[in-house]
């Protein structure tokens, strides 16, 4: 039994990544699949898709390479954990990496990016960062 799915579908994409495969098998929750249409949107991943299987969900990731072969993701970290929440204000969020990173935000809107939420001006709690 999996505590933390974020977490879980986190690793799963670090460790696809690593092994050069090109897709990746996620367990389904409406955080994980919010996190995951945002690495689409943003172009860290192709594409992603929810199978159902009667009762049970996942989601098929297909990974994202550049034209050396290498994964477009450096660094996938989670950062709010179950044991430790962690939660920025608007102006904490503004940019990461100097623009080139993205930080994924829980808020009172929904799953978001830091550039929408920045937008809507609101803050939340930081579930994970990419770049």
Partial sequence: MVNDLIADGLTRIRNAGMRRLSTATLLHSKVV?????ILVEK????SAN????????????VLKYD?????????????SKPGRRIY???????????GYGT???STSKGVLPNDKAYELGIGGEVL???W
Avoid: S
Wanted: proline share 0%.
């Fill in 33 to 37: 699949e919010a996190i995951v249409n």
């Fill in 67 to 79: 034209e050396n072969e290498r994964c477009v993701i450096n660094e996938l970290k989670r950062v």
């Fill in 88 to 98: 920025k204000g608007r102006d904490d969020i503004k940019r990461f990496k100097n």
């Fill in 43 to 46: 172009g860290y991943l192709e």
């Fill in 103 to 105: 930080i994924i935000v």
């Fill in 128 to 130: 994970c960062t990419v």
């Fill in 50 to 61: 929810v199978v159902e299987d009667g009762v049970k969900k996942t989601i098929n990731v």
